[in-house]
Every structure is written in structure tokens, then in C-alpha cells.
């Protein structure tokens, strides 16, 4: 090998491990907002009309799981399918963040809620705050108060919103050829709907990406045969439904074989009626950045794990 090949060799290997600004991701760090055509000359932040902070969700696990899936994805592009105020795409974009690595979060939702914000039989009767769509003329304006929220905590250079279903979401980036190494499933919650999302979503996956969904329990028994049927059909992935609350999630196999420090990969036990996909790999956080450590916000410190073993 010439000296010059070898110098060529350094300085590709030296460009490649520098972070990327934050906004943007990948492997040669050109993931960005400016991926999506429509976006390439349009800042969505411009000219907001800043609502009052209003961050509510549903998120049931520690903080901190959500910082070490992104180490696990060792993520700098990711989306979240199912956005609603933004309280788990801030937690997902902070985690990049203190990654250090730069990194973009596509935030697809059409902030037109799902069927039980409408539906007031979801709520005995009663509107429920936790879901106010936040109608103007019939019409809902989240988006507007995630927007804000993006601002408030100080993410949005990190969260590129794209106001759309999650079918037309996956399309646009598969035509924009981005490969995503963590995705997080959070939108409709009936078995169709995230049946779908996990086809339509899979192949965007980057080779040892990690395919992350919420609300593996018994009150949404969809989401619990969708995933289960994934474990069963693609037994090439693990899938991982213990751990982080009523978080799952899937890897491929053979990216398991080095994982970090902090998870470990303990098989499953032998008395329980586990399907092949299904492990049990969780340990508690050993290093930690300090912001995840005793978290006020952390609302449910000892989540319910829900469903190792398969119905
Ligand atoms: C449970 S909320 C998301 C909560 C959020 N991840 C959090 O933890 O704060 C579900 C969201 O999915 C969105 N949604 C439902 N069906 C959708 C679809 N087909 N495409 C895109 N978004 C959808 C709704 O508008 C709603 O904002």
C-alpha cells in the first residue's frame, strides 16, 4: 500500500468519527431535514407563535431507557411514529444529545390523535386532559403545542417534525434513502394499525438498528399480538418485551453479540414458556450521565413488566 493510499485511509476514518452537528445524522452525517425535499429551504421553527410549555404523555419507563437504547442503536437518526406532545421524542432527541454525537429525530404524527382521543367511551365519558387535542373550529392544533414543547426543552435543533400518517412517513424517507438505527413506535394501538407499522417500518432499519414500540400490555392486546407475531415470524430478530416497562423492542441477532456494558443479554429462563424471539436481558444502569440519575420526572420508578411469556 502507498504512503498516499494510507494517508487517504486516515483522514476517511478521521472524517467518519467526528460528530455530527446536532440536526444531523448517519453514517457521513448528511441525515438531516434537509433529507426531505420539502424541507431542504423551510425551517419549521421560524416564525412560531410559542405556546406556553405543556409536555404531558405516557411515558412509563425511567428516562434513562431511553438514553440507553439510543447508546444501544449508537443512534444518530431515529424517528418516532407517534409523537403527541413531544414528552418521548424530547426524552429520545436529549439522549442523542448527551451522546455527544450530533444526531436527527424524524417526528412523524398527523397530531390528529387516535381513535380513543375522540372516542370519549376511552375516558368513562369525561374529556381527558392527558389527550386534549386542543380543537380550534373542530379541528386539532397539538401540533403547535409540540412544536413549542420542542423549544422549551431546548431539542429542536435535534426534532424535525413531519406532519403526516406513519404510511406516507415511511414512504418519504425510504424514497429519501435514509436508514434509521432507532425507531420507536408509538402511534395507533390496534392490532392493524401496528401490525402495519412494524412492516412498514422494519426495512428502514439500519443493520443493527433497534425497532423500539410502547405499551406491551394487557390493555392493548394488539400491540402485544403484533409484536408477538414479529418475535415468531422473523426469528432472525430478538425480541425483547421485559426490561423497560412496558417498552419492546427488536435487534437483529447477530448485532447482540457485543452488547454494552450496561445491558446484558442473560438467556432466557428455562422454566418459562418463551417463544425463540422472546428474552429476558434487563440489568439495572450501572454509568449513567448524571441527568438520568434520580429523575423527579421519572413518574413510575418501579414499571410493571408486562408479558415475557407469550398468550
Ligand atoms: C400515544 S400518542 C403518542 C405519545 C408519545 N409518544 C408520548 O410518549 O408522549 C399517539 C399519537 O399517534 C398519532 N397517530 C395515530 N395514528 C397515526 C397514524 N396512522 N399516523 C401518524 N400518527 C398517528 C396520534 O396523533 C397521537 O399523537
Redesign the pocket.
Known sequence: MTIHRLAMIVWIAHVLAQPCEPGFGGPDCSVSRRSIALLRHHDPYDGLKLRPPRLT???KVADSAYFKLISLANATVAV??????????SLLAKSMRDCGKGGVLFA???????IE?WNLRFSHGKPDPARDMELINGYPS?FYTFLSNMVHENVSKFVVPLP????M?ASLLARARVKIDLI?L????EYG?IKQDIELWLPLLARCGVLLG?DYMKNWPGVKRAVNELAHEKPWLRVVTSGYGVKWYARRRECEMTPPANISSSPPSPSSRLSPGIVEPFKPPTSLPQVYRNRKRNRNPNPKVEGVQLD
Open positions: 404523555g405516557w411515558s418516532e411514529v407517534g409523537v403527541w406532545r413531544g414528552l418521548s421524542a412523524v404524527d398527523t397530531w390528529l390523535g387516535a382521543f397539538v403526516m400518517t406513519s404510511a412517513g420507536h408509538d402511534a395507533a394501538h394499525d410502547d
